[in-house]
């Protein structure tokens, strides 16, 4: 089992740049999967990007593709998420998600353990 904590939500201007973190519990982070997805309001929770439990394999959604960067830390049990050129349009609640034994994946049906979510909103 995993609990996940993510921090580094913030009000941002468009254009701006922003690290967010998400820390796990346990001992066994390696073996999972990470993802992290979004909601903005009245909307349905997306997919944003994954990562393998290695970080040999990243995926990311068209939208952020090139703007928004996956990496993870297993020496420090961390995955982070580097949002580059923020845009108004970003504002939503970002989840960070954890899958055991998985090489990441846009489903969020796949992944079995969540953080609480950090605010991310930006103005224009």
Not at 80 to 106: F, I, W
Request: net charge neutral; aromatic share 12%; charged share 20%.
């Amino acid at each position: 089992q995993v609990q996940l904590v993510e921090s580094g939500g913030g009000l941002v201007q468009a254009g701006d740049s922003l690290r967010l973190s998400c820390a796990a519990s346990g001992r066994t982070f390696s073996r999972y999967a990470m993802g992290w997805f979004r909601q903005a309001p009245g909307k349905e929770r997306e997919f944003q990007t994954a990562i393998s439990w290695s970080g040999g394999s990243t995926y990311y959604a068209d939208s952020v593709k090139g703007r928004f960067t996956i990496s993870r830390d297993n020496a420090k049990n961390t995955v982070y998420l580097q949002m580059n050129s923020l845009k108004p349009e970003d504002t939503a609640v970002y989840y960070c998600a954890a899958q055991l034994r998985g090489l990441g994946s846009p489903d969020e049906g796949d992944y079995g353990y969540w953080g609480q979510g950090t605010q991310v909103t930006v103005s224009s």
